[in-house]
């Protein structure tokens, strides 16, 4: 257990579902992230959150749709998804200082 | 620009020494992280080094920092077939907030 659970390990939707992913941490941290890892492809960062406010969308199509609802909880909401978002999705959190990221175990999504 | 760069592949023995080399661009970095990456799973947090630090030993694991080459690398001395995995390397920059930038990652395969 890293101290950031994300939920759920695996999921297979379709083109047309709408499903969505949960990221909780309870380490305190004030910093919140969702990156996208795909096969032979480097780490994206999709979005960060500050203490619970979007400070950075790196350009994310519209169909993922993050929210925070406090510091702990960190959702990606996906909706309309194409087969090339089929990834490993992975929630990481931090706090200020020389510690790094914490990161989650990951979500396996396959779009089909 | 920010930019991180890794090979992609290393191979290695067991019992012998795995040294997974990292260039950086960014010459303004805090500091500097590795994190493993096993099959199906997050990234876990291996070590890190201050940027004004040329060394760091932890264990079976040196981290080497040239900041003027701005080359960092990771040696893992008696490799053995548990340090299969994913290795990235990540800095952190000089007002970039929390915000760790990852390198492409290089797969350690370690044979018997």
């Known amino acids: 257990e890293t101290g950031v659970t994300q939920t759920p390990r695996h999921l297979v939707m379709g083109m047309t579902n709408k499903k969505s992913l949960k990221c909780e941490q309870h380490?305190?941290?004030?910093?919140m992230y969702w990156y996208k890892q795909s096969a032979k492809k480097p780490l994206e960062l999709m979005f960060v959150?500050?203490?619970?406010?979007?400070?950075e969308n790196n350009s994310v199509p519209s169909r993922f749709s993050p929210e925070c609802p406090n510091s702990s909880h960190l959702f990606l909401h996906l909706h309309t998804l194409q087969p090339e978002d089929s990834a490993l999705y992975l929630c990481?959190?931090?706090?200020?200082?020389?510690?790094?990221?914490?990161f989650g175990s990951g979500t396996r999504l396959t779009v089909v | 620009g920010e930019d991180v760069e890794q090979s992609l592949f290393l191979s290695v023995r067991e019992g012998d020494s795995s040294v997974i080399n990292c260039t950086y661009t960014?010459?303004?970095?805090?500091?500097l992280y590795w994190y493993k990456q096993e099959p199906g799973a997050g990234l876990q947090l291996l070590t890190y080094i201050f940027s004004n630090m040329d060394m760091k030993q932890d264990q079976r694991l040196t981290v080497l920092l040239n900041k003027k080459d701005k080359h960092l690398s990771l040696r893992i001395a008696d490799t053995q077939t548990g340090d299969s995995a994913i290795y990235f390397c990540?800095?952190?920059?000089?007002?970039?907030?929390?915000?760790?930038?990852f390198g492409t990652g290089t797969q350690l395969k370690v044979e018997l």
């Open positions: 960014d010459s303004s970095s805090t500091y």
């Open positions: 990481a959190s931090s706090q200020e200082g020389n510690y790094g990221y914490t």
């Open positions: 990540a800095e952190k920059i000089t007002g970039g907030g929390n915000k760790l930038t």
């Open positions: 959150y500050n203490f619970k406010e979007q400070t």
């Open positions: 380490l305190g941290h004030n910093a």
